[in-house]
């Protein structure tokens, strides 16, 4: 029989101890348990790029995937299980941070409250839900325990907004948003490339309107595609759409920060 897998994603920074007490508190559960760390190293209370590199858990085995980017720790802020279609469990809190990732995991088929203290590590602290709520939780669906043994159900129209929403098409014109630089300086979209590639294939070439600028940016498939210190638009690693400069930084040549919003259109020679 499989192992089960989890993994852990967390604004904690990578040397922080509470990953590895967190390891510790799944383990003495769930001994059976394999567990990788995703990401570590998002930027503090940042949900945004949170959910973002979150998202990543749609290339890992299907299992228990945890998320601890939580600046609401302790308040009345709910404590989340949302079971995916691809048979996943996101745990974590209900903030936003959880939901981008069920796009990429066909969807939400239920949700429940973790409230059930019969699965938490006692005492609770009220600023350490990852130890002593969240990562128990993992562990005992690794086990076995049903998602509604944990607390009651939550409906989907009911929980927080996603940290950020899809970008808006219509007419052939993309509405849409940064969601995360990278230390590159490239920009990430919140652009599907399924719904990109339904406007655009690799070849055309892309008007970006942003800050009152207009920039023709060539759509190709690797950053060498273009010439060294020039644009570049490409489907990212994970399911998305990065703008980018070959061996350069877009970000900080624009002055672009995550929120930003852009407008892409195809070229006229192109319609």
Known sequence: MPRPFLSLSTD???GNKGIGVMKAVILGICPEAQIIDLAHDIEGYNIIEGAK???ATAYLPVGCHVCVVD????????GLI???GRGDFLIGPDNGVLIPATRFLSGIIRVHQVTNEKFMRKPVSPIFHGRDVFAPAAAHLSSGVPIEDFGPGVPVKDLSPAAYEEAVFSKGVIEARAVLINKFGSVFLNVMQLEMHKLFT???????RFHGTEVVVPYKRMFGDVEKGNEVILDDDFGRVEIAINQGDFAGKYGWKPGEKVVLMKHPRLQ
């Open 82 to 84: 949302i079971q995916t």
């Open 202 to 208: 690799v070849g055309d070439r892309v008007v970006f």
């Open 71 to 78: 600046p609401g720790v302790g308040t009345s802020r709910r």
């Open 12 to 14: 904690f920074g990578p």
């Open 53 to 55: 590199l979150f998202e």
